[in-house]
């Protein structure tokens, strides 16, 4: 990164397990869009790992759309549970939050593997969330998961709202080991 650039870095080893959180703000209150990457710079430990990535964000349309990426390493397939999080938010104090959020899952080729709205109480999708400790979600709730398989390589999960509605979205991606 250029000496000149208006961007931040951090390294900081997380040397205890447990759960860590970022904070991107603009200066001075500024507003925009921002790309937070989270990387393991020692994968072949395996006394740690990153288990799950989530972000809160305000989800427009368009450009706006929250958009989150993650790449699966090795050589087999991976299971993973992905959540778009709006109306479950409001327990939490959160205002404006997506009334109705549209998850779609994207190749490296951006063409979409998967989707959902609404989860629907499935009874598979509830197991996944108890097995990785998420918070549950009413079963007519209009939050949105799936689970899914997928082979090593690079994806992107996008969240926006239904006929072009915003506001506040958790998406988080876990690896159902």
Not at 6 to 21: E, I, K, N, R, V
Not at 132 to 150: E, K, Q, R, Y
């Amino acid at each position: 990164m250029p000496a000149s650039s208006a961007d931040a870095a951090l390294f900081q080893p997380l040397t205890a397990p447990g759960t860590y959180s970022a904070l991107i703000s603009g200066a001075d209150g500024t507003t925009g869009i921002a790309l937070a990457e989270v990387y393991d710079t020692d994968p072949g430990t395996s006394a740690s790992r990153l288990t799950n990535v989530s972000a809160r964000a305000f989800s427009g349309t368009g450009v706006s759309a929250l958009t989150a990426g993650f790449v699966i390493g090795g050589n087999g397939t991976d299971t993973l549970l992905i959540r778009g999080i709006g109306p479950a938010l409001t327990q939490f104090g959160v205002g404006g939050a997506l009334a109705a959020p549209q998850l779609t899952l994207f190749n490296s080729s951006g063409q979409a593997i998967g989707s959902n709205s609404g989860w629907g109480g499935d009874s598979a999708l509830a197991a996944a969330f108890a097995r990785v400790g998420a918070f549950p979600l009413a079963a007519i709730s209009s939050d949105a998961a799936m689970l899914v398989t997928l082979p090593p390589g690079p994806y992107t999960v996008q969240v926006i709202g239904a006929n072009n509605t915003t506001g506040i979205v958790l998406i988080k991606v876990y690896e159902m080991r």
